[in-house]
């Protein structure tokens, strides 16, 4: 039945000519349209219109007597038009029952359906499609279209309408949006022209969103299980009876240096990829050869296209038989397993070597404690062979007092505890050595055989070295100790033998209280003796070095050395030949030797033998004697050896410290050799003794060689008292800055009873307020160096910004080189060190106005 009658049959239902307005647009349209029913209707209405006319006429044309044949012909015409009526109405009837039949079919479909006009308008649209696009009466084209869930379809949906346009079939699957919610689903939409009707398309819409997600399903699955044949980590392929290639996989295409398709597609069999040849009897799809050993599989060695060879565990089975034979062969490349074995038969072999070879100890024992492997290192430290040392106890190596906690870090250790502080212990087979133990367990946990590795570390060095350190820093204690203590001493001294100097004079020589200030000053005196060694320690004393001949010295000072050692010690005096020099303050180094050489008569008392010798040493190396490193360098060296007692082990380590003597008390201060210590520390050199009991002692002096000549800039002697009967009296005006009430009113009394107007001061900043606001000239300028707030070289400089020509004499307890380095090299300072004499404090300041101190410098630079 045709479209346009179906459409016609529809809008007579609803309404047919005398309906609604819809009703009267479908019967117009009915009309307008061919066919037999609408042509049987015509003829009815054509007759029905004919007889009307032809009643009309005969009633105009005919007179009253032919009325009946006029009825009679009016009578036939109705009866025949309502016959014709009658069959239009049936007809009609007929055709409106077969719509009805129609529409009710594609209504009952699940799938949407319509059919458009060619205007695109809808002629005809089944239920299932206004439920889908409930509001699409109008333009069912564009509600599809904006039900489009993926823009990337319209091209396919276009396509769709191109094809309908053109009268020609088509179909697309497209994702579309239901009408209600926001799910998407899935729809094959087909469109096939209607015969008869141009331009007229039929439309049906099918939803396939459970068909299409379980394709997705499947397809997804299928790519995996690709993806897991093509990427897994052995090789798959399978071959006909001809040994051509049916499938392979990605991995082992890899392998054999192709890719599937190559392999697959081409004319290649399995004997092509076969590193060895094969035997013409031998089946082509057959790798083993024909060989009988228990089943299709074992290695074979395959080929690449590349040349490669490929070590390959293979493992195959056949299915068919015949023609129809075909395998299922997997390949399992041998590669990383050999290269993991050769990785581990060398981490193997390293391990081994770096046991034997490891500069630690390393031992391995069993529960017992017997020892079951052992490096040579540990063989070396226990002083033995390795052989010899397997099943020893290792508890028998270990000082006893050691014993019970290696014992309890064994035991913690066996049952699993983590053991994170090693354990200090010393050995006594076969000498006694300190080591530090580390103990882990080898299985790390629970079960195993609970064996124990330990690692063993000589600290023995390392102790020696730690109390040495000790020991040296004791030292330096000692001597900032002592040397604060000297320096207050000579403040206090300093005013002690000053006030002597000044009762004096007070008094003649014959006067009983001239004899008791005499016996103040002199122990004044030998305290300050005292004080001069605890500085010389503390290598804090004043030097005035000067370039000498070291064998010249000695010979000068051979004759004082035979009076004081005896005459039952022998004297012997060894003069290296072309002796070096060496800059040193003389008078120091005869007390470093006179300082020797009474220890040595004092440890020989039955007599013995005195060696003093000389030497040029050239030190290639540096070289360690406990916590000393003496540099490389040339020395000159001075060896003192004795016959006596020896020094006892015990007490090597202290012979320098102050105060320690071995001596009966009374026989000594305990200063004698720490005053060596000090003296030749402070000259720059170094000194080593060796000795034991029975065997005397050896002192070694390594002084630094001296290769100038001249003497050296800045070189002054001791200040010395000023000759009898020396005028010490002057004029002029001197500047005394000292916090130390005692020495300051000492010195300023001296000076003033010798003629000089003195302005005093108790700290830098005073003598500094003073200098700037007042306009008399000062001549001299006499400070303490060490000071509170401004020191004395802090004073000076600032001074000289003022007036730089101005002269300046430091006073102090310390050393003149612990000051000197804060002063410019070329500044023209002089220096009084403390405790200083009366006639020492009042020839300097003479010295220093009237200019005789400044001759030597002066001599100096017009010699330069």
């Not at 009988?292 to 690449?304: I, L, M, N, T, W």
Request: hydrophobic residues 45%; charged residues 25%; contains cysteine.
């Amino acid at each position: 039945m045709a479209a346009a009658d179906i459409e016609d049959a529809q809008g007579d239902a609803r309404g047919g000519p005398t309906g609604d307005a819809r009703g009267r647009d479908r019967w117009a349209a009915f009309r307008a349209r061919p066919g037999w029913a609408r042509q049987l209707a015509n003829v009815a209405l054509t007759l029905s219109v004919a007889a009307i006319g032809v009643t009309l006429l005969f009633t105009r044309a005919i007179d009253g007597d032919q009325l009946p044949a006029a009825a009679f012909v009016i009578v036939a015409f109705a009866v025949v038009l309502g016959t014709l009526v009658g069959i239009a109405r049936w007809a009609y009837t007929a055709l409106a029952g077969r719509v009805d039949i129609l529409t009710q079919a594609l209504d009952a479909s699940p799938d949407p359906q319509l059919i458009l006009t060619p205007d695109g308008r809808i002629a005809y649209a089944n239920t299932a499609y206004r439920e889908l696009f409930p509001a699409a009466h109008e333009r069912p084209m564009s509600a599809i279209a904006a039900a489009l869930a993926d823009l990337d379809a319209m091209p396919d949906f276009e396509r769709l309408r191109s094809r309908a346009a053109q009268g020609a079939r088509a179909i697309a699957a497209l994702p579309l949006r239901y009408s209600r919610g926001s799910a998407v689903g899935w729809f094959t939409i087909s469109v096939n022209p209607i015969a008869g009707r141009p331009g007229y398309s039929f439309w049906n819409i099918q939803d396939i969103t459970a068909r299409h997600e379980m394709e997705a399903l499947i397809r997804d699955e299928r790519n995996k299980l690709v993806e897991f044949l093509n990427d897994a980590p052995v090789g798959f392929y399978s071959v006909d009876s001809a040994g051509r290639f049916l499938f392979v996989n990605q991995t082992l295409a890899e392998w054999l240096g192709s890719t599937p398709a190559e392999i697959v597609g081409s004319d290649a069999r399995l004997p092509d990829f076969l590193a060895v040849a094969v035997p013409q009897n031998t089946l082509p799809w057959d790798p083993f050869c024909g060989r009988d050993d228990g089943g299709q599989r074992g290695e074979v060695a395959f080929k690449s296209r590349t040349g490669r060879t490929l070590q390959a565990w293979l493992s195959q089975s056949t299915v068919g038989s015949g023609a129809e034979l075909r395998t299922r062969s997997v390949v399992r490349d041998l590669t990383p397993e050999r290269q993991w074995e050769s990785a581990l038969r060398r981490s193997r072999e390293r391990f081994q070597r770096f046991f034997a070879d490891a500069p630690v100890g390393i031992a391995l024992i069993n529960r017992s404690g017997g020892l079951e492997e052992a490096n040579r290192a540990l063989g070396e430290l226990f002083g033995a062979p390795l052989q010899a040392l397997i099943g020893e106890m290792l508890i028998g190596f270990v000082a006893e007092e050691d014993r019970r906690e290696l014992e309890s870090r064994l035991s913690e250790a066996a049952e699993g505890r983590t053991i994170t502080r090693p354990v200090d212990i010393r050995l006594t087979r076969p000498r006694e050595r300190s080591c530090v133990v580390f103990l882990s367990r080898l299985d790390g946990g629970e079960g195993g055989d609970g064996e124990l590795m330990l690692h063993f570390i000589d600290v023995t060095e390392q102790k020696n070295l730690e109390l040495q350190f000790a020991q040296s820093q004791k030292m330096q204690a000692i001597g900032q100790l002592a040397g604060g203590v000297a320096h207050d001493f000579n403040n206090l001294l300093t005013a002690m033998i000053g006030f002597c100097d000044l009762l004096l004079m007070r008094f003649r020589p014959g006067d009983p209280s001239f004899a008791d200030i005499m016996q103040i000053k002199q122990n004044g005196n030998r305290a300050a003796n005292l004080v001069r060694q605890l500085l010389a320690f503390s290598r804090q004393q004043t030097m005035q070095p000067r370039v000498l001949d070291i064998g010249d010295v000695l010979g000068e000072l051979s004759h004082l050395l035979r009076r004081l050692i005896g005459e039952n010690i022998e004297l012997k005096l060894v003069h290296g030949r072309d002796l070096g020099l060496a800059k040193v303050d003389q008078g120091q180094l005869e007390q470093v030797i006179i300082n020797l050489a009474v220890n040595a008569r004092d440890a020989m008392a039955g007599g013995g033998t005195l060696t003093i010798r000389t030497a040029n040493v050239a030190q290639a190396t540096p070289f360690r004697r406990g916590a000393e490193i003496m540099p490389a360098g040339n020395y000159v060296l001075i060896e003192v050896a004795d016959t006596g007692v020896g020094i006892p082990r015990e007490n090597l380590e202290r012979i320098f410290e102050p105060f320690f003597s071995t001596k009966k008390i009374g026989s000594g201060t305990g200063l004698g050799l720490s005053t060596v210590y000090g003296i030749v520390k402070q000259t720059g050199g170094f000194i080593f003794v060796d000795s034991a009991p029975g065997d005397g002692a050896v002192f070694r002096i390594y002084l630094p060689r001296h290769e100038a000549v001249e003497s050296e800039p800045g070189e002054r002697g001791e200040p010395l008292e000023a000759a009898p009967g020396r005028d010490l009296t002057g004029i002029g005006t001197v500047m005394l800055v000292e916090d130390e009430d005692p020495v300051r009113i000492f010195g300023a009394r001296a000076l003033r009873n010798k003629g000089y107007k003195v302005l005093e001061a108790k700290s830098g900043e005073a003598a500094l307020d003073l200098i700037c606001g007042t306009e008399e000239k000062i001549d001299l300028l006499i400070t303490d160096v060490v000071m509170p707030r401004m020191d004395g070289p802090t004073l000076v400089r600032q001074v000289r910004e003022i007036h730089p020509e101005m002269k300046v004499i430091f006073i102090s307890g310390y050393a003149e080189d612990a000051f000197r380095k804060r002063l410019d090299s070329d500044a023209e300072i002089h220096f009084l060190p403390k405790p200083f004499t009366l006639k020492q404090l009042a020839g300097k300041v003479k010295e220093m106005i009237s200019g005789e101190a400044d001759a030597p410098l002066a001599r100096l630079r017009a010699h330069r």
